[in-house]
C-alpha cells in the first residue's frame, strides 16, 4: 500500500470517529504539505459524492475550524446544479466581473468536490473568458442588499435617480416594495410619495420601476411604512404582467397569433390565454402593464394581428 493511500484511509478513519480534521496538524503528522491533505480531502469528498446512497459528506466547520464527516444535508447543490446557476449566471450577464467572478468561484469552491469543481470550471471556461460586462459597468451587489433590507422591513426610502435620456437627477421619497430582474438589470418597484422636495410628483397606484444601476445615491429612513395586505405588492404577480420592465396602468390586450410555436408566446406572456384556435391561428388575450409589449407585438410581424385592446 503506497503512502498516500494509507494516508487516506487514516484521514477517513479519524473523520468516521467524529475526528476533526485540520490541514495544518494533519499535514504535520503525515509529514507532507498543506495542499496534499487538501487533495486528500477532496479525493475523500468526492467519494461520498460518487457514493450518494451512503448520506454522508465531508464539509469544513467554521466553528470547528476544520473538516468533519456528517449527514448529508438534503439542501447541499449538486455538479449539475452548481453547473446550471454557474451557465445562468453567466448569461445574465448582470454584473461586472468584479463581482460575477468571485461568486462563480465560490459557487465552485465551496459547493463541490475539488476534481468536480475542475470539470465545471472547464465547462464554463470559455464563456467566462469572453464574459461581456453591462455597459453602465458599475458594482451595485452591496447597494442590493440595503435596498431588499429596506423592502423587507417596509422602510422609506430617499433615492436620487438618473432618468434615461435626461441630464439631471431626480429626487424621490419611495415606498421600496420589490426587488427584480429582467434582461441584464436588476430593478426596484416602489411607491412614489408626495414630498417637499417632490410636491408636483403624482401619486400613483400602480408601482414605478427602477433600474438599480441608476440610482445614483440613496439613504433608508428610520420611518416605516404600512400597505394593507389585501394591497400588498407581488412580484411573481407583477412580473407575469409587465414586459421589458415597461410600467404603467393595467390593460388587456387582444390579438391573433399565425406563427408556428404557441409556446413561445404562452412562456412571453404568462397571462395570455387561448380564446380560440382554428386554421386562421389562435386567438390570444392577455393582462399586462403598461406599453412595454408594445414592442414586442411590433417585433412579430405580419404573423401576429392586434385586435383591440
Known amino acids: 500500500m503506497d503512502k498516500k493511500t494509507e494516508r487516506i484511509i487514516d484521514i477517513h478513519n479519524r473523520l468516521r470517529d467524529g475526528r476533526v480534521i485540520v490541514k495544518s496538524e494533519e499535514a504535520a503528522r503525515h509529514n507532507v504539505n498543506d495542499r496534499t491533505i487538501q487533495r486528500d480531502l477532496d479525493d475523500l469528498r468526492a467519494y461520498y459524492t460518487d457514493k450518494a446512497e451512503l448520506g454522508k ?13 456528517v449527514e448529508k444535508s438534503r439542501t447541499s447543490l449538486t455538479n449539475s446544479e452548481v453547473l446550471s446557476v454557474c451557465k445562468i449566471l453567466l448569461e445574465s450577464r448582470s454584473m461586472v466581473k468584479e463581482e460575477m467572478f468571485p ?25 467566462k473568458f469572453h464574459y461581456l460586462e453591462p455597459h453602465h459597468g458599475k458594482k451595485f451587489v452591496d447597494t442590493l442588499w440595503d435596498i431588499g433590507s ?37 430593478y426596484l418597484t416602489a411607491y412614489i410619495c408626495a414630498s417637499d422636495e417632490t410636491p408636483d410628483v403624482p401619486k400613483r397606484p400602480f408601482p414605478t420601476i427602477y433600474r438599480i444601476d441608476r440610482i445614483a445615491e440613496y439613504k433608508t429612513l428610520d420611518e416605516h411604512f404600512r400597505i394593507p395586505y389585501a394591497e400588498r405588492f407581488e412580484e411573481g404577480e407583477f412580473r407575469k404582467r409587465i414586459q421589458f420592465m415597461f410600467g404603467g396602468e393595467l390593460r388587456r390586450i387582444k390579438f391573433l397569433y399565425k406563427g408556428l410555436s404557441i409556446e413561445a408566446v404562452l412562456d412571453r406572456l404568462p397571462t395570455a390565454e387561448v380564446i380560440k384556435h382554428d386554421e386562421n391561428g389562435w386567438l390570444i388575450t392577455a393582462e399586462v402593464y403598461g406599453d412595454g409589449v408594445d414592442m414586442w407585438l ?6 401576429l394581428e392586434v385586435i383591440e385592446e
Not at 411590433?298 to 404573423?303: A, K, L
Open 298 to 303: 411590433r417585433s412579430q410581424g405580419n404573423i
Open 150 to 186: 429596506a423592502v423587507y422591513e417596509h422602510r422609506l426610502m430617499r433615492i436620487r435617480y438618473q432618468k434615461l435620456k435626461e441630464p439631471d437627477k431626480v429626487m424621490r421619497l419611495i415606498q421600496p416594495v420589490g426587488l427584480m430582474f429582467s434582461e441584464y438589470y436588476f
Open 57 to 69: 459528506e465531508v464539509i469544513y466547520d467554521r466553528t470547528k475550524k476544520g473538516y468533519v464527516l
Open 103 to 127: 461568486i462563480i468561484d465560490k459557487l465552485l469552491h465551496n459547493c463541490v468536490p475539488y476534481e468536480d469543481g475542475k470539470k465545471v470550471a472547464a465547462l464554463i471556461a470559455n464563456e
